[in-house]
């Protein structure tokens, strides 16, 4: 069993996973939805970095942290790629009704 | 030239394109089109490299496994990648004609950004079906997704759009829920090196956790039902190639990590019941997509509703597998499905393509007359439809004989039903598509030139997926020594 | 008010089922810790964090750069650039702060690639400080006019880390290397080679994805004021 600094930040990560999912699932705006993948991003890194700490006297896991930095990086892109497209996509709705949609 | 470089050329090469493409974007069609070209002999002299010496193996940067990374070609991951490559290079020989010149106006900034897209997914497949590492699949999957994502929005207007951001937040859920299974992997057994954790995974709650988060996660990817919603309105709103490269390859991926998951990583944790589990929801999308296809309006929902339809057979891979002594024989079975599928698929999606290029819309209704237009395309969909329905000799067919001869063997009679009765269905939407095209109107609708790239690039997949049947011994000889799941290699 | 608290049930189980995995983790598992800092000498740099990320699992970091450009490509691929965010008048106040702020943000991105060798840093670190400077800059309309008369440059250095991963990837396997696979002695030359040139292409790729959509690029006609 994990000792219990690193039990609040794993149940933290588990937390924020599922806050996260439920978000994209609401699917209310597409911005919310974006920000839940974040969100839900961030909990898994959170669950990575601490299994770095867990590392018995001496210095963290740098395997984790690294594949943390690699996820950062993809998430970002992909949100770039979400935000784009979500105006992109608002714009079209937009010029098909002539007015903003609800 | 030696397995090493194959082994790196093969994803390398696509990326280095891409960015030919993309600095370059005059030149982007040709580069497109060599590159695919080229990809065919790599895969073709790794493919008989394996055959003749067994899997090939190669750790990147020098470091071995659990620190470095590993590649690894095995039967399997070669034959996907044999797909891959042809297939991508038929569909990049229809891109030329699609995306050509000879269509007017805002279709020229449509063709400057599908190669290097284009070539940017090809480069993922490639790098996922040589990766045993999970962190590096993840990886893989992101940039299969996001190109994927970014090619159906290439069509542009508010249903492309719509549905491209569907898929991106369906692929990116999947991605995370993916990610989180294996931070569970590595937190549990200390390596994210499939070889070594299929070694090192046991029964415990963390990787029954891990195995249920992984496979949901991929299940979105490969739109396995329920998580099948978001592909049939990104497949009818993409471009042609697109769409074929969806249902052919793209989907493909995540199956594929499935199954080295399932049967090497976590071969010692799942259960009978599990196996199932998959079975069952296997089931239930042949069913509901058939069904779904059969009522369809249009010709590329209805293709749509059919790739999820025929990815449920491929999920009874599971049950059969887990508790069966004939691994050859299945393994065969299933492979042969998939690949005739891919080939399939994509021949379907490239004819419906011309067939709505041609007359400006793809009502099944109005096709009258259709194959007076346009033959090669109306053929191309019928021998496809052959592949799809397992007509022999078709490799659709020997890949079914052999699932239906490994549910018998095994007791498992309801997949007898499962596959026969898909079988039906599929025949019955055939026939309803093709009793629409083949009827006897003579009248001469106003229509737009195909070019004969498109057309014939689309017969000779629909020929592939029908001819493999002949050469089935030859994928047979591959796998005979993949045995998945065990100890693994 | 029953229905929310149905709708959050789903949430609440999700949430058990993966406390229940993660607490079943064991407190100290084999990890990779040991393995990492027992090769740290041999992969030329001091920081076992740039030591995973550029030499041991480069790989990983070679794709990530290719998702990179590809997010970049992608975006571009949707839309043009909005002309209001290309002409805005620049703000006074934001662009004097940033004559005083942006040769400061320059030095410490540089320092950050280059202390990662040694400490946390690196080219991941050093590229989101500058792509985050190269945001305030075209915000605070320094330079705008000049960058979009460069945009071959412009494009150039958008891909220019990814061709030089992979090249120095492929290039040390003539001589019978594996790919990636760094000659002894040259890897801490060769890892700084690759994220300088990474370095600049994540700030400028972070830079221009903030920006959400293409300039013009030839052929095409400007693009147009927003409704």
Redesign the interface.
């Known amino acids: 069993?994990?000792?219990a600094p690193n039990?609040t930040f794993?149940?933290a990560?588990?937390?924020l996973?599922?806050?996260?999912?439920?978000g994209?699932?609401?699917g209310v705006t597409?911005l919310r939805?974006i920000i839940a993948?974040n969100v839900?991003?961030n909990?898994?890194f959170l669950?990575?970095i601490t299994?770095a700490a867990?590392?018995?006297g001496?210095?963290?896991?740098?395997?984790?942290?690294?594949?943390v930095?690699?996820?950062i990086?993809?998430a970002?892109?992909?949100t770039?790629?979400?935000?784009?497209?979500?105006?992109?996509?608002r714009?079209?709705?937009n010029e098909?009704s002539g007015t903003s949609p609800p | 030239m030696s397995a090493r470089w194959i082994m790196v050329l093969l994803p390398m090469l696509p990326l280095v394109a891409a960015i030919g493409a993309f600095a370059f974007p005059r030149a982007a069609r040709s580069i497109g089109s060599a590159t695919s070209l080229a990809l065919v002999p790599l895969a073709g002299i790794l493919a008989s490299m394996v055959w003749r010496g067994g899997e090939l193996a190669q750790f990147v940067g020098g470091w071995a496994a659990p620190l470095g990374i590993q590649l690894r070609a095995d039967g399997v991951a070669v034959l996907l990648l044999l797909m891959v490559s042809v297939v991508g290079m038929l569909i990049s020989i229809y891109a030329r004609g699609y995306f050509g010149p000879s269509r007017a106006s805002a279709a020229g900034s449509e063709a400057r950004h599908f190669w290097p897209l284009w070539l940017f997914l090809l480069a993922s497949l490639n790098v996922l079906f040589l990766s045993r590492d999970a962190f590096n699949l993840y990886v893989a999957l992101e940039l299969n997704g996001l190109s994927a994502v970014a090619l159906v929005a290439l069509a542009g207007g508010r249903a492309a759009l719509g549905s491209a951001l569907r898929y991106l937040f369906v692929s990116l859920t999947g991605s995370l829920l993916y990610l989180l299974g294996v931070a569970l992997l590595y937190g549990g057994y200390g390596t994210v090196d499939l070889v070594l954790l299929a070694e090192r995974t046991t029964s415990e709650p963390h990787s029954w956790v891990a195995l249920a988060l992984m496979t949901g996660g991929l299940m979105m990817k490969s739109a396995l039902f329920p998580a099948h919603f978001w592909l049939p309105p990104a497949h009818s709103s993409a471009p042609a190639p697109v769409s074929a490269a969806l249902s052919a390859l793209v989907v493909k991926a995540g199956f594929y990590v499935l199954l080295r998951l399932w049967f090497e990583v976590f071969g010692g944790v799942v259960s009978f019941e599990a196996a199932q589990l998959m079975g069952f929801l296997g089931a239930a999308a042949v069913l509901w997509g058939s069904l779904q296809a059969l009522i369809q309006e249009r010709l590329k929902l209805l293709v749509a509703y059919s790739t999820v339809a025929q990815l449920g057979y491929l999920f009874l891979l599971f049950p059969l597998a887990i508790g069966s002594s004939q691994q050859g024989m299945l393994w065969t079975g299933g492979l042969m499905f998939l690949l005739s599928h891919a080939a399939a698929k994509a021949a379907m999606f490239l004819a419906a393509g011309s067939i709505q290029r041609a007359a400006g819309h793809d009502r099944i209704r109005d096709l009258d007359g259709i194959t007076h237009a346009l033959p090669v395309s109306a053929f191309t969909i019928g021998l496809a439809g052959i592949s799809l329905v397992g007509l022999p000799p078709s490799a659709g067919f020997i890949g079914k004989w052999l699932l239906l001869g490994s549910s018998l063997e095994q007791d498992q009679w309801w997949w007898v039903v499962v596959i026969l009765g898909g079988s039906l269905l599929a025949a019955a939407y055939m026939i309803r598509l093709l009793s629409h095209a083949f009827t006897r109107t003579r009248d001469t609708k106003a229509l737009h030139p195909i070019s004969w790239g498109m057309e014939w690039s689309a017969f000779a997949l629909a020929l592939l997926s029908f001819g493999l049947g002949f050469a089935a011994s030859a994928p047979a000889r591959l796998l005979e020594n993949v045995v998945l799941g065990g100890s693994g290699p | 008010m029953i229905r929310r608290t149905i709708g959050w049930l789903p949430s609440a189980l999700a949430f058990g089922v993966l406390s229940w995995a993660l607490l079943d983790l064991p407190a100290n598992p084999p990890g990779l810790a040991d393995a990492a800092l027992r090769s740290l000498e041999r992969s030329g740099v001091a920081n076992p964090v740039t030591a995973v990320l550029l030499n041991y699992r480069g790989y990983d970091t070679l794709l990530e750069v290719a998702v990179l450009l590809l997010a970049i490509v992608a975006v571009w691929s949707l839309q043009p650039i909005s002309t209001s965010s290309v002409a805005e008048p620049a703000a006074p106040i934001l662009s004097s702060l940033l004559r005083s702020l942006l040769p400061l943000l320059l030095l410490t991105s540089g320092y950050l690639l280059w202390i990662g060798a040694f400490a946390p840093g690196g080219a991941f670190q050093g590229g989101a400080l500058l792509g985050g400077a190269i945001v305030l800059m075209l915000l605070g309309g320094l330079f705008r006019r000049r960058l979009w008369q460069r945009l071959a440059l412009l494009q150039a250095s958008l891909w220019v880390g990814l061709a030089v991963f992979i090249g120095v990837g492929m290039g040390v396997m003539f001589g019978g290397g594996r790919f990636l696979e760094y000659p002894n002695g040259h890897a801490g030359n060769l890892i700084l080679l690759i994220e300088t040139a990474a370095l600049l292409s994540i700030s400028v790729t972070l830079g221009a994805l903030f920006f959400g959509g293409r300039p013009s690029l030839d052929g095409e006609p400007p693009p147009e004021a927003n409704p």
């Open positions: 069993m994990t000792d039990a794993l149940l990560g588990a937390a996973f599922a806050l996260g999912l439920r994209i699932f609401a597409p939805q993948v839900m991003g909990g898994v669950v990575f299994l867990r590392v018995a001496g210095r963290p896991d740098p395997v984790p942290q690294a594949m930095l690699t996820g990086v993809v970002v892109c992909a770039g790629l979400a935000l784009t497209l979500a105006v992109r996509h714009q079209e709705q098909r």
